[in-house]
C-alpha cells in the first residue's frame, strides 16, 4: 500500500500526558498538511510543511503543539499537557502540488480520546 | 476571508435514484478551484471532484456531476444512480487564495442510502 499512512490509529491517554503521532506520506510528495476533525465538523487546517520547512501555521496551533518533519519524509504532531479540548481526528494529508490545484492525499487519521 | 457553507447536515436517497448535495462559497478572488471529496465511515478521505472556476463547463466524473454558478457562488454535487458505497460523509472545499497550503472545508453533509 503507497498511501498516506498514520500511527497509531486510536489513542486514549488520560489528561496532561503527552502524545505523538507519526504520518508517514506518499513517497514522492513534498507536501504534507496537519488538520484537525471534530465530531460532526469538517477538517481544520493546523500545519503545512513543504518538504522539511513549516511554512504556515494555524492559530488553533497553540504552544503545546509541534510539528516536525525531518529529511522532508515522515512528520510527527506532538501534543503536550493534552486536554479534553483535544479530543479529535489528527488527519494528515499529503500531496504533489498545492491544494489550489491539485489533489490532497489523506491518511485514515488518528483518533484522540483525553480522559 | 474565504468561507464555505454546506447547509445540508443529513440527506438520504434511494438506491439509483439521484441526489444533490449543495454548497455556497464566499470569495473575492475570480480564479480559483473547488473540491467535493467524501469521507466513508472509518476511512480516510478521498477527492471526488474537481472544478475550476474560469471553466464554464460543469465538471463530470463518471456519476458524480456539479452545478457551479458563480455568479451565486454556488457549487453543488449531483449524485446520479446511487450506490450504497456512496454513503459517506461529503465535504465541499476551497483553497484561501494569499497562502500555498490551506484547503478550507465545509461542515459537511452525511448522505444516507437506503434500498
Known amino acids: 500500500d503507497t498511501g498516506v499512512s498514520q500511527d497509531p490509529r486510536h489513542k486514549i491517554t488520560k489528561r496532561g500526558q503527552n502524545v505523538t503521532f507519526r504520518c508517514d506520506p506518499i513517497?514522492?510528495?513534498?507536501?504534507l498538511y496537519w488538520y484537525r476533525q471534530t465530531l460532526g465538523q469538517g477538517p481544520e487546517f493546523l500545519t503545512y510543511?513543504?518538504?522539511?520547512?513549516?511554512?504556515?501555521k494555524s492559530r488553533l496551533l497553540s504552544d503545546r503543539f509541534s510539528a516536525e518533519r525531518p529529511k522532508g519524509s515522515f512528520s510527527t504532531l506532538e501534543i503536550q499537557r493534552t486536554e479534553q479540548g483535544d479530543s479529535a481526528m489528527y488527519l494528515c494529508?499529503?500531496?504533489?502540488?498545492?491544494?489550489?490545484?491539485?489533489?490532497?492525499?489523506f491518511g485514515e487519521g488518528s483518533r484522540l480520546t483525553v480522559l | 476571508a474565504q468561507t464555505v457553507t454546506q447547509s445540508q447536515p443529513e440527506m438520504s436517497v434511494q438506491e439509483a435514484e439521484t441526489v444533490t448535495l449543495s454548497c455556497t462559497y464566499d470569495t473575492s478572488e475570480s480564479d480559483y478551484y473547488l473540491f467535493w471529496y467524501k469521507q466513508p465511515p472509518s476511512r480516510q478521505m478521498i477527492l471526488v471532484i474537481r472544478?475550476?472556476?474560469?471553466?464554464?463547463q460543469n465538471a463530470t466524473e463518471n456519476r458524480f456531476s456539479v452545478n457551479f454558478q458563480k455568479a451565486a457562488k454556488s457549487f453543488s454535487l449531483k449524485i446520479s444512480d446511487s450506490q450504497l458505497g456512496d454513503a459517506a460523509m461529503y465535504f465541499c472545499a476551497f483553497p484561501n487564495t494569499g497562502t500555498a497550503s490551506k484547503l478550507t472545508f465545509g461542515t459537511g453533509t452525511r448522505l444516507q442510502v437506503t434500498l
Open positions: 510543511f513543504q518538504n522539511e520547512a513549516q511554512l504556515e
Open positions: 472544478q475550476e472556476a474560469y471553466k464554464q
Open positions: 513517497s514522492e510528495h513534498n507536501r
Open positions: 494529508a499529503s500531496s504533489l502540488f498545492g491544494p489550489n490545484t491539485g489533489e490532497l492525499f
